[in-house]
């Protein structure tokens, strides 16, 4: 009894030591703001006025950014895509907009625990953080969000088409990303290559879905596992499947497999891959579709299977369920 007193304390005692410095941090930016705002009443010069105007801006945005970022005094349910649409405006105007690169949300209402949905905003932050310091150097980009439920799980992925090494060596930022995720209950996977990184994560949408009545979704659930013929692929466990034979796929290829599970049996560019897969927003000349597709086939179809992934010349991909 006396130990839960204490953890009961502790827990206490570390979220009001939050609070405070949330309420100082807001405070600060407050300060700040006026500082600049006073200072562009005073000057009599135009272009000081305008310059004071547009730091005054910005520092609004990281201040916006700031309180997107604050946990919640009170746990309450929220739409957890309205926040984070907001969140990635508010990154987007602070420091992204200026190098042109260009932050999107994507992503349907989605209702969640306001304390969960302020650990997600925290990692999606730290993700876009380090796309938006590795992925580009000095050229812009596109970072994409993209938010969306699996029956009891939710699913995010973080985007860019930049380029990065296949090998990353993780700092003190991506063990934060970890530990916040961790305490989700879920798990994160990534791929970094010459056509970007993805970031690809799913957790419970409650805490009682993972530790409650609802702790593994069955296999039949259509909303998290989806089919095509003797092909299955498992959006929540990452996993897939060709007539009970495991195929391990990467990040980018359990993705570039699922985008054409959804699509089955209809003609894929690669443009319109690239677009979508490795997040494009100008379709440059590569062959990168072509060698990502060589390896997901070979991987899919083996030797003595029918074949499911055919190549029309010139045109693009398409999957099929194999004849019976």
Not at 102 to 115: A, C, H, T, Y
Request: aromatic share 4%; with cysteine; charged share 25%.
């Amino acid at each position: 009894m006396s130990k839960a007193i204490s953890s009961e304390r502790r827990n206490s005692d570390e979220q009001l030591l939050v609070l405070e410095l949330t309420h100082r941090m807001n405070n600060e930016f407050a300060a700040a703001i006026a500082v600049v705002s006073l200072a562009a009443a005073r000057s009599p010069n135009g272009e000081v006025k305008s310059a004071l105007a547009a730091v005054e801006a910005r520092l609004h945005s990281y201040a916006q950014v700031n309180r997107c970022l604050q946990i919640p005094s009170q746990d309450a349910v929220i739409d957890a895509s309205a926040h984070l649409r907001r969140l990635c405006q508010s990154i987007s105007r602070s420091r992204l907009d200026c190098r042109g690169i260009e932050l999107q949300f994507v992503g349907p209402p989605l209702q969640m625990s306001s304390e969960r949905c302020a650990r997600l905003s925290m990692i999606i932050s730290e993700l876009v953080t380090n796309a938006a310091r590795h992925a580009f150097g000095d050229r812009g980009g596109k970072i994409e969000v993209e938010l969306f439920q699996c029956g009891a799980f939710v699913r995010c992925r973080v985007g860019d088409d930049g380029t990065a090494p296949e090998k990353i060596r993780h700092g003190r930022g991506f063990a934060i990303v970890e530990s916040l995720i961790t305490s989700l209950d879920g798990k994160i996977e990534q791929d970094f290559g010459a056509g970007g990184s993805v970031s690809d994560m799913h957790f419970p949408l409650s805490a009682r879905a993972q530790h409650g009545r609802s702790t593994i979704l069955p296999s039949e659930s259509r909303e998290t596992v989806l089919r095509v013929g003797p092909l299955e692929l498992d959006l929540i466990k990452h996993t897939s499947r060709r007539s009970g034979r495991a195929i391990d796929l990467t990040p980018r290829e359990f993705r570039l497999l699922e985008y054409m599970m959804r699509r089955q049996d209809q003609l894929l560019t690669r443009a319109m891959l690239l677009e979508e897969v490795w997040n494009y927003k100008l379709v440059p000349q590569t062959n990168r579709v072509d060698v990502h597709m060589g390896q997901l086939r070979r991987k899919v179809d083996e030797p003595h299977e029918l074949r499911m992934i055919h190549t029309v010349r010139r045109a693009g991909f398409i999957l099929r369920a194999p004849a019976s």
